[in-house]
């Protein structure tokens, strides 16, 4: 499973280093994510830097009372691609 992050850090990451960003499956390592990227996209890819993004507890106050819960941990990848080439996330809607 993989899904590009389009938040604002994000973009400024792709403008400036020519990095994107991702969100990958947990059990995924560099070197799956690397030959998915370079498959799915047609990039050359230089580096994957990986970062486990843990749940942030969220809460909320209702009629029936206060309601917790948490957001469910992530991991995200940050991929450089070659000087020259880019990624196109809006080609395929």
Known sequence: MIKPIVTEKATRL???LNRYTFRVS??????????LV???YGV??????TMVQR?????????S??????????KKAVITVADG?????????
């Open 14 to 16: 792709t403008d400036k």
């Open 26 to 35: 947990p059990d995924a390592n560099k070197f799956q994510i690397k030959d």
């Open 38 to 40: 370079e498959k799915l």
């Open 44 to 49: 050359k890819v230089v580096a994957v830097n």
């Open 55 to 63: 749940g942030k507890n969220k809460s909320r106050y209702t009629k």
């Open 65 to 74: 009372g206060l309601l917790r819960g948490k957001t469910a941990a992530y």
């Open 85 to 93: 080439q880019t990624i196109d996330f809006y080609s395929n809607i």
